[in-house]
Structures are given as C-alpha cells and as structure tokens.
C-alpha cells in the first residue's frame, strides 16, 4: 500500500490490519470496475468509502474539465449531506485538498487551524475526511465524509484503505469520462453524417427535378435520351445517400435492398419506353461500404438502361434478372441477364463506339473486379470483386 506525504513523496503503509476491510475494499473497487456509468461509479464509490471510514455521510466532488472547477454530483442515498454539511463548506475543504494534493482528516474540526475561515459547521458534524482522486499528478475530484461526534473517531487504518480506493475509483471517473466523451462526440458524428446525407439527397433530388422539368422543352430525340441517362445515374448516387439517411450513417449498405429499390426507379423513369419489362432482384443479405456500392449501383444503372435502350426492339416487353451472390472467399458476383436479342458477337466493353459499356468498365476497374458479357438466349453481365 501507499500513500503521498506532504512532500508528494510516495511513502510505504504498514499491512492492513483487518481483512475484512481488505476484502470488502476489493469486492468494491471490482465493482466500480464494471459500473456502467459515471453515476454508478460514483454512487459505489462513495457507498464504499462510508463502510470502510463507517462515515454517517459521504459526497463527491467532481473537476470540470473545461473549467478546472468544482462541481456537485448527485448521490442516490435518501440523506442530503448538505442538511449538516453546507456546501460552502464541503468546497472550501476540497478546495485546500486539491491545492495541497493531499489527504486531510481531523477528529476535532473545530480545532482545526489549516482550514481556518472554513469551519462553518453544524453541531452535526466533528470529524472531517477528505481525500483528492488523483491520476499521478492530475486531480479529477475530492472524495468527502462526515461523522458526528457519536459515531467515533476516523482511524488511520482505514484512511490508509481509503486512499488506495480513492486513487481506484479516480481512474474509473477519469476512464468513464473520457468513454463518455467520446460516445458523446461519436453521436454528433453520427447525426451531422446523417444530415449530409440528408442534404446531399435533396440536393441531387433538385438537381434531377430541374432537369426532367426542362425535358418537355426538348425536341432532340438524342438530348432527351442523354438528359434521361444523366437523371438516372444522379438518381443511382441519391438512393446511397437516402439509404445511407434512413440506417443513420453506418457507412454500409446492403445490395439487396439497394438494388431493389434502384431497379423499381428506373423501371418507374422508363415506364412507357416499353411494355411489360421486369426486374428481378435475387440478393444474398450482403453488406459492402457505400462507395463500393455506389459503384455497383452505377454499373447496375447502365446495364439496365442499355437493356432497355437495346435488348428488346421489336418486342412488346421482356425480362431482367439481377442476381447477388458471395462465396466463401469474399468474392461477390453480380450477374444481370436479360431475355432480349441479345449483344453482338464482336461486342466489346471498353470500345469507343459504346459510351455505357465503357462507363461500366470504368467503375468495375474501381471496384478492383472484373466484368465479361455473354450471349447467350439474350444479355448476360457477370462482374466480380472482393469485398
């Protein structure tokens, strides 16, 4: 065991004398060690300080960290120490602990000459404990207790016991504090990343909405066709981030839903260019990062839209199937197929002549994966990456 003199040396105690108290001080400071919150530990703490001093009242004063003052806590214990121990008081004692950084006690406060000017008791109180909760030199708080003169004297035994709880229980405050702090801080985090996305999703919403009011206007064929494309690969990026709004800013987003809800918003844009096309989307429960799956929904974006733009001439409607998988090795495979008339046999992705097709390879060169097509009874899209 060990305590701080006045010098701030740090000095050796004798054994403790009961073992009874040594238990109960290790069965407490466990305690505060799996407190869940910085109520819980204070409240431990000061039960337990009272049974090892067998103190008639007890309080806790806390530093402010921003402003190195003290401030009251609150302790669930049915008596207001304050009623006999004004809190004018209490501060002054703290106050002189903090400033000499070391344990006070008296049996005889009245008597007392240190705290001179601060003695304004009542007849209820005659013996004065009052401990600093130091991490090396740092104080973090003043552990106070009380007696009155019935109750007998403070031993030295057991403020020798206290202070090694003292000295426990002022690294739980400061660990739960700073676990606190930073729950705290992560929190607003989350919501201010959950507002940009908010934002974000509005703003590209605007963006598509400007657009499509201007198509109206439009004669070419091929402007409103390349306005149309723009609108649908904004609106592939909004549904990130209204996804991302709607789960609080995770960071991941699940593909099935994701392309669930993209293929149903393409299919409504597109409603009249064909009758009858349908989207399947059959997804394993896969969660990949945002931008990985941004990427993934762009490419999902250009593949149908060139379904619907090639697949199906001189047809009254057809089918597109979107199928997710993951095998074992982190390797996600995303295959889109249609039953349409099928690509070309000299088709080839990053050939100039198809802007889609070299969109498509542009982002699955992001995605560090690989995509082929295939004819076979129509389209079939098979790209690959790990996750």
Known sequence: ????????????????????????????MDKIGRSESLSAIINEGIRASKLILDADVGN???????????????YTDGYSINEGWPYPTQRAIAEWVLENKRTYYTNNLYGSLELNGSNNVSDSFHN????????????????????NRESGPFIDEAINSLEILARFLAQGIDSKRE?????????????????????????????????????????????????????????????????????????????????????????????????????????????????????????LNELILNAYKHAFTSMEGGRINVRVRENGEGIIKIVVSDNGKGIGDNFKVNRGESMGGWVVKALADRLDGTIEFENNGGTRCVLKFAR
């Open 128 to 147: 004065i404990a009052a401990l600093p909760l130091l991490i090396g030199d740092r104080s973090v708080g003043v552990l106070l207790l009380a007696n």
């Open 179 to 299: 676990y606190e702090n930073l729950y705290n801080r992560l929190k607003e985090q989350k919501v201010l990343m959950t507002e940009i996305h908010h934002r974000l999703k509005n703003n590209l919403s605007t963006i598509t909405s400007l657009i499509e009011m201007d198509l109206p206007k439009i004669e070419d064929e091929l402007a409103i066709e390349a306005l149309q494309n723009t609108c649908s690969r904004i609106k592939s990026i909004t549904q990130v981030h209204s996804l991302l709004y709607q789960i609080g800013a995770t960071g991941k987003i699940e593909l099935g839903t994701y392309f669930k809800k993209l293929s149903q918003q393409i299919n409504n844009t597109l409603a009249g260019k064909k009758e009858e096309i349908f989207i399947n989307v059959d997804a394993d429960p896969i969660v990949i990062g945002s931008e990985r799956a941004m990427n993934c929904g762009l490419i």
């Open 1 to 28: 065991m060990f305590k701080l003199d006045e010098q701030g040396e740090i000095v050796t105690l004798p054994d403790l004398k009961s073992a009874d108290r040594m238990q109960f001080l290790q069965k407490s």
């Open 60 to 74: 806790l004063l806390l530093i402010n960290p921003q402003t190195g003052e003290l401030i009251e806590t609150t």
